[in-house]
C-alpha cells in the first residue's frame, strides 16, 4: 500500500479517528490525529478527545486515511495493523493484478481501382465488412491492430497490410475453421498473418 500521499502534520486532515462509547469512555470523532510516515509503516496518535482521555474497553475503533491507494506494481501484499497496547493483527494476503486489456482493431480501407477511398471499417470483423462492400479488384487496406474473424475472400481483390506484415494480426473466431478461405477465382492476398488462430 502506498502512504507516500498522506501529510505529516499532527493536524492531519488525512486521518479520521472515531470510537463508540466503551466502559469508562465517551464517543468521539477527530479529525486532529496526527501521523507520520516512514517507508510502508504509518504511525497514527490519538489526541486527548474525551473527558476521560481515553478509549474504554469494549469501544469500537474506525480509523480512516485517506491518500492511500494501491501499489504500482502486480504482487501479493498484506495489511498489519496494530496498537501500542495490543499485538498487531495482519490481514489476509490480497493481490493487484494488471487489468487484461484487450488489442484495439485497427482500421480497414476499401479503394476502388482507381485509387480513391471508398470506404473504411473498424471492429473485429472490419476486414469482412471490407469484402461485402468492395467490388471487383477493389484493394482492401488493412490497419494495424488486431482482427478476430473467419474471412471468406469471394471477389477478385488485393488484400494487403498497410504498414508491413507484422502490423495487423488476425485470429480465427472459429478456431475450427480457416482465418481466411479465398473462394474466388483471382485473388491476390497479401495480408499478415493469414493462417494465424
Same mark, same amino acid.
Given at each position: 500500500?502506498?502512504?507516500? %500521499? ?15 462509547? %466503551? ?41 480512516? *486515511? ?13 495489511? !498489519? !495493523? ?26 480497414? =480501407? ?26 471487383? %479488384?477493389? $484493394? ?10 473467419? !474471412? ?5 481483390? $488485393? ?23 479465398? $473462394?474466388? *477465382? ?9 493462417? =494465424?488462430?
Amino acid at each position: 500500500t502506498d502512504i507516500s %500521499g498522506i501529510t505529516d502534520t499532527d493536524t492531519d486532515s488525512d486521518v479520521t479517528v472515531a470510537a463508540t462509547s %466503551g466502559i469508562g469512555s465517551t464517543a468521539f470523532n477527530t479529525t486532529a490525529a496526527g501521523s507520520s510516515s516512514a517507508d510502508t509503516t504509518l504511525t497514527i496518535t490519538v489526541p486527548d478527545v474525551n473527558a476521560e482521555d481515553k478509549i474504554g474497553a469494549g469501544a469500537t475503533v474506525q480509523v480512516v *486515511v485517506s491518500g492511500v491507494v494501491n501499489p504500482s506494481a502486480p504482487g501479493d501484499y498484506t495489511l !498489519v !495493523v496494530s496498537t501500542t497496547n495490543e499485538d498487531a493483527v495482519e490481514s489476509a494476503a490480497y493481490t493487484i493484478t494488471p487489468p487484461t486489456i484487450p488489442p484495439v482493431p485497427g482500421i480497414v =480501407e476499401v479503394y476502388n481501382p482507381a485509387g480513391i477511398l471508398m470506404a473504411q471499417f473498424t471492429g473485429a470483423t472490419a476486414i469482412a465488412d471490407a469484402i461485402a462492400a468492395a467490388g471487383e %479488384g477493389y $484493394t482492401i487496406k488493412v490497419g494495424p491492430g488486431h482482427y478476430t474473424e473467419n !474471412v471468406d475472400v469471394n471477389k477478385g481483390l $488485393t488484400i494487403q497490410s498497410q504498414n508491413g506484415a507484422d502490423s495487423p494480426i488476425v485470429q480465427a473466431a472459429n478456431p475450427n475453421d480457416n482465418v481466411f478461405t479465398i $473462394t474466388a *477465382v483471382c485473388c491476390s492476398s497479401k495480408c499478415a498473418r493469414p493462417a =494465424e488462430r
